[in-house]
């Protein structure tokens, strides 16, 4: 995709094809571009303050659509939502300073999400109102005095796996949340345990089929968790061994 064919950002932050089969695509400083493969077009969606439609910021970070096909857009400043059957955008007052990294609908009905220096919020509301504030939400954050809040306020990751279980990357370690009590594990590195997570900057995670997690890491390559045992195997770039990892900068799993 160019701007021969109408796209018109070098950069991309973030993907999602909806229920429809359009992909909205986030872009860094062009807005979201969505693609209509049918008719082969980009459309455009941008912030403009002079129109009530408008993002609430041309960097686009996450893409996200729920069940009732309402669009979530985290962006550099801001979260926006959009109901695409009538094109009705709704900017979240509750997020319009934030950095919104990423954002995850759980199969309980919750929307999660997570921000670069707010912490963790999780919201349950009516899902066919476009907004947030008939909803009920819970904010988690960081609290150097308790062990048990989420590790770090900076937000880089959620993923539910096939129990159920919710599990968010930080720039700070990998965290476990327990329902019961709303508290979280952590899962840090160790510097002398070989079989704790490699490196505190959590960039992805992903459950297989076999029920490992796997969790990607800025610097520390990749990471298998064994739920059962509590312990993880590191896969990192070794120069020596040409089958290993290309480089220990690892973005995303899937």
């Known amino acids: 995709f160019n701007e021969k064919n109408g796209f018109n950002a070098s950069t991309v932050y973030g993907i999602n094809q909806d229920s429809k089969g359009f992909l909205w695509i986030g872009t860094d400083g062009a807005g979201i571009n969505k693609h209509d493969r049918h008719k082969s077009k980009f459309g455009l969606y941008d912030r403009n303050p002079g129109f009530r439609n408008s993002l609430s910021h041309n960097s686009v970070l996450s893409v996200y659509q729920d069940v009732y096909g309402k669009l979530w857009i985290g962006a550099e400043e801001g979260l926006t939502l959009i109901q695409h059957k009538t094109r009705q955008f709704a900017v979240a007052p509750q997020f319009a300073k934030d950095k919104v990294k990423t954002i ?48 770090s306020d900076n937000i880089t990751a959620i993923y539910e796996d096939y129990l159920g279980t919710i599990w968010v990357g930080t720039e700070n370690g990998l965290n476990k949340f327990n329902k019961e009590d709303r508290t979280f594990t952590h899962y840090l590195h160790e510097s002398n345990n070989p079989q704790s997570i490699s490196n505190n900057q959590i960039r992805g ?29 590191n896969f990192k770039h070794d120069l020596s061994n040409t089958s290993s990892l290309s480089t220990n900068r690892v973005f995303s799993v899937h």
């Open 205 to 233: 995670i992903f459950a297989d089929n076999e029920g490992f997690l796997w969790v990607s890491t800025y610097e520390g390559g990749l990471n298998r968790f064994d739920s059962e045992t509590e312990t993880f195997i």
């Open 104 to 151: 995850l609908e759980t199969s309980s009905g919750h929307i999660w999400i997570g921000t670069e220096e707010n912490g963790l919020t999780q919201y349950r509301g009516n899902g066919r109102f476009l907004g947030l504030r008939a909803g009920f939400s819970r904010q988690y954050k960081n609290n150097s005095k308790d062990s048990l809040s989420i590790s």
